[in-house]
Structures are given as C-alpha cells and as structure tokens.
C-alpha cells in the first residue's frame, strides 16, 4: 500500500515527506468547498463564562451561538471571509488543549502517578471522576486563551486548526438514534447549555464550553478555524490522539459507530456553521488496519460531506483525509465535475504511535541530514503542484521543525524513541536524543531553513498548518518556541532563503 518511491511522496503519508515534518509516516487531508465562505458573527457578553445558546432555524435545528468576555478592547467580532486558493492558508494547529496527546502535556499525566493512564479514556477511567474532572477543566481553561489567539494574530497566521473528541461533543437522543454514552470520558457536570422552546436543556458538556469560547475568540482576532473530528467512537486507529491507545479498533467494523460519527459531523454543521470555515470529518484514520477500511473509509467520506450540505449550511468547507493511502488514492475522487465546490488536500507528517507496520518507512526517513530533508522536499514541489492543480486543492498540515522522534512519549507514554533505539522493537540507534528535543538552546540554524523549504512547499500549492501551537518540553514542536527561538520568523511570509529550492 505504501511506496516512499512514489514522486507525489512529497507531503503524503510515508511518501510525502514525512521527515520533513519530524516523522515518516504521512497523511493527507482533502478539503471540499461548495460556495463562498461566510462566517456567522457572534456575541460577546461581559460576563467571564461561557454560556451557550441555541436558536431555532427554520428547519427545526438549533444553531449555537458562544459568547464570552474579551480583555481587549481593539477586539472585535470579525467574519470576512477567506479567498480559499487564491490566499494561502498559513495555520497552527491547538494541539493537546480539548484532546489530550500525553507528549504534548506530559505534566497531566504524570501527575497521575499510574503509568497505565496513557490516554484520556484511561484518564477517565483509571482514576477518580472527579479529579479527572478537576484537572481537565483547569487544563482547558488555561493551556489555550484569548492571549494565544492575540499571539497567533500578531504573528501573521489566519487559521488554527482546532482539535476535538467526539466525546466532548454534547449529542443527545434527538440528534442521533446511535448511543450518546461517553463513558469512560470525562464529560463535565450537567450545565444548563441549550434554551429551547423557553426552557434550559441540560447536558455533559465536557469541553464544549471551551470550544465555544475559543471559536469567539477566533473571530475576535479575524482568524478562520478548522474544526477537527480527532477522535471517533471506538477509535479510527488506535493512536492516543484518538483518544484511546488499542490494538483493537472499534470504529471501521461498526456501522453503529460510523453512523454516529455522521451525527456528530452533522452536529457540527447544524450548530457551529457559522462559526467555523471547515469540518474536518475525521483525523488520521487508519486504512492499513484491514483490506475492507479503504472502502468503507470512502462512504463515510461521501456520507459526512452529504450530511453537512443537509444541514443547510454550504459556505462550510470539509476537509477529509487520504487514511495513510497516498494522494494517488484520491485522484477524481468527489470532484464533482460542474458543481460549486472544490477538493483541497492538506498532508500530515505525525509519526503514528505504535505502528511497526510503518517503521520500514520512518526509519529510513529520521536517517536523512537536513540536507537531504531539504532537498526531498524541494525536488517533490513540482509533482505535489501539479497534483494540486489537476485535481484537488492541496494544504501541507501537521509538519514541524521536529528531524527526530525524541520528544518524551512521542510514540506514546512510556514509548521511546526510534532514533535512540528504544522504541517498541529495538532498532539500530540513528544517534543519542541529546540536543535534539527539549529547549531550543541547543538548536542548530538548520531548524531555519527547515522551517523554510517545508513553508516553501506549502505555499506551492494552497497553504500550510503547522503542528503545534504549544508544548510542555518539546520546542522543536512549538510555534511559539519557534517564534522565540527565531527559527520560524515573526511574518511567516519572510524568507531566508528565497531560493532554497534553486541551487
């Protein structure tokens, strides 16, 4: 199924680049767009909680409106729409803030002192409720605030790329005839969150609150928001950013879990429109579990995209992913000949955790020098432009300055590193770990112009969103390290090395 052989290998799944993004195994993103994007305004209260409202629009849904208080006073709701293919996307993504990655904030799970809690199921499971409860609501109300979306502006960014679990998203009976159980999660206490018909709803809203609030912020400081389905009931590949680290998903053998996945995707249409420019309907799911994922893969697909044009809400753009298949995989796939939409693509170079089915690829991918990063990267821009021009539009996404897998718990929690050897099944050491993860003291200038040729790609083709915005330990991560650092410039569209790709 895979081949680092293959020429559009340049952003793709294991062909793309994955070393240029610190990992080897890639996946694409495609995004779908149907009508001009516009963005529906919000409110902003003076109060400093979240409340959330609902109103009823005239096919009997509800449509969310967030409301929260804003520090600043220059702030002001915004909804100008974005020129998708003409202006590039220059993203970030809110890693580890409404789903837990434990390598991002290895401190919460830490604190946990139980070494079987390496995901947040188990985080809800294997402890107390509510000091799990405790700790999350603490965690989303603090990793990412208004301050950050300040800072995200300030640097020339206009999209952030943010990351949810089905779990957090408050589904009721009346939204899906599937379970609406979350357990073991940690959902929240009951709120009152939804008025309907003159009276409160209540529900589990876990992190939803927090979403809101971030979504206002967002277009407070007039930056576009890809909303992000990472985790899906029963787990689409067994990766803790799914939300729950197994060897045995439950996802793409269960229609039941597939049809609810749909629901949520639906939800998000119906309630949060106007307050996002794209869905993403599912993140990184994994085809290589079984020779039936790839088709089933392609319904869900068409069936999510139909779910969020019945919402009745076309400015929205959806974005699907290549499921680790490679962008060839994708080729005509729901273009859609005449109709008022286009497919863009966005690639992923996050190393898979626990996935020694790859490990022939990512090894050999971590073993390239900077210059051989380099110059990958650049003789696969014409062949990864051509694609993007031919068939769908096409966004570099999840990449970092990150050449190694040594950020702790990387690969998971008490997982290390291929590049030392200590991985799952020992391999030849590619070196010591020392001075390549951690503070960016350390750092060599070549982060520069990695940073360089992988924004040189992006901007080949239709945009860019980098992974991610923060991290506990791990700078070589972290845009905002990097903005600090100064390997990532303060204007992403500076260059260093205006000819990177020439000599």
């Known amino acids: 199924m895979f081949s680092v052989s293959v020429p559009l290998s340049l952003l793709l799944l294991c062909q793309l680049l994955l070393a240029d993004t610190g990992q080897a195994a890639q996946q694409c993103h495609l995004a779908l767009k149907k009508n001009s994007l516009t963005g529906g305004g919000v409110s902003s209260s003076g109060a400093d909680s979240v409340p959330t409202t ?61 070494d ?38 300030a640097a020339g960014l ?23 159980s979350v357990e073991p999660y940690t959902p929240g206490m009951f709120d009152p969150g939804f008025l309907v018909g003159g009276s409160y709803h209540f529900f589990r809203s876990g992190a939803w609150p927090y979403l809101l609030k971030a979504l206002n912020w967002a277009k407070q400081y007039d930056i576009h928001v890809i909303l992000d389905l990472h ?19 439950e996802w793409e053998n269960s229609s039941a879990n597939q049809t609810r996945t749909v629901d949520t995707i639906r939800y998000f249409a119906e309630q949060l429109g106007g307050l996002v420019d794209i869905i993403e309907l599912l993140n990184e799911p994994a085809t290589f579990l079984s020779d039936s994922y790839p088709a089933t893969l392609r319904q869900y697909w068409q069936n999510g995209y139909s779910a969020i044009r019945a919402a009745g809400d076309t400015s929205n753009q959806v974005m699907i992913g290549d499921g680790f298949m490679g962008v060839d995989s994708w080729t005509d796939f729901m273009t859609y ?44 821009i014409a062949d990864l432009s051509n694609f993007a021009k031919n068939n ?24 290390g590193a291929r590049w030392d050897g200590t991985w799952y099944t020992p391999n030849t050491p590619l070196g010591s770990c020392a001075g390549w993860t951690g503070s960016y003291s350390n750092f060599s200038a070549d982060y520069k112009t990695y940073w360089e040729v992988q924004v040189t790609m992006g901007e080949s083709v239709q945009g860019w969103v980098y992974w991610t915005w923060k991290a506990e330990n791990s700078d070589e991560w972290s845009y905002q390290k990097g903005l600090e650092g100064g390997w990532i410039p303060q204007d992403p569209t500076d260059r260093l090395y205006p000819n990177i790709c020439s000599s």
Request: charged share 10%.
């Open 116 to 153: 079987a809690i390496v995901d947040e199921y188990t985080f809800g499971s294997m402890q107390d409720s509510a000091t799990a409860l405790s700790v999350l609501q603490n965690h989303w109300a603090t990793w990412i605030t208004e301050d950050d979306f300040a800072a995200i502006a």
């Open 158 to 180: 206009n999209h952030v790329r943010i990351p949810v679990g089905y779990w957090s998203v408050p589904l009721t009976s009346a939204d899906t005839n599937q379970s609406t």
């Open 54 to 114: 609902t109103t009823t629009t005239a096919t009997g849904t509800s449509a969310a409106t967030a409301t929260a208080s804003s520090s600043s006073s220059s702030a002001t709701p915004s909804s100008t729409p974005f020129a998708y293919g003409k202006t590039p996307i220059r993203g970030v993504n809110l890693g580890g803030c409404l789903s837990l990655e434990p390598w991002i904030t290895p401190s919460i799970f830490e604190n946990t002192n139980n």
């Open 231 to 249: 985790g899906a009931p029963g787990s689409q590949n067994g990766f803790d950013n799914s939300g729950q680290r197994t060897s045995t998903t």
């Open 392 to 415: 769908i539009w096409t966004v570099v996404g999840e990449w970092s300055t990150a050449p190694t897998d040594c950020t702790q718990w990387l690969n998971g929690r008490g997982v």
């Open 337 to 380: 000949p005449g109709k008022c939409f286009a497919l863009a693509l966005q690639a992923t170079f996050m190393l898979p955790q626990a996935l020694p089915a790859l490990s022939w690829i990512i090894i050999p991918e971590l073993s390239r020098t900077f210059d051989e990063h380099i110059s990958f990267a650049c003789s696969s």
